[in-house]
């Protein structure tokens, strides 16, 4: 685990209390929208798409078990090109 991660960690314990519920924020370029979906089958995702149509906004949320969860999320959705973490 590299330092930024464990500060991440440090700060996603620091401010919740496990079990809750976790917000994710991700924009995903429109065209891979269908890739994301594929990988959370079962969550409910807000999207909002962008003017132009070129992205998509999403938000998701879930409840997280521990932070370790959470980052599994983050380190899941990156499989995705072009996502960004909000």
């Keep these: 685990m590299t330092d930024k991660e ?4 440090q700060a996603l314990d ?5 079990p809750c519920p976790y917000v994710y924020k991700f924009i995903v370029p429109t065209e891979n929208f269908d890739q994301f979906k ?3 089958p079962d969550e409910e995702l807000k999207t ?4 132009n149509g070129k992205y998509t906004s999403i938000t998701m949320v879930s409840t997280m078990c521990s932070s370790d969860h959470v980052m599994g999320i983050y380190e899941k ?3 995705v090109p072009g996502l960004m973490s909000l």
């Design 6 to 9: 464990k500060q991440f960690k």
């Design 14 to 18: 620091g401010h919740h209390q496990w």
């Design 38 to 40: 594929r990988l959370f």
């Design 48 to 51: 909002r798409q962008s003017k």
């Design 77 to 79: 959705a990156s499989q």
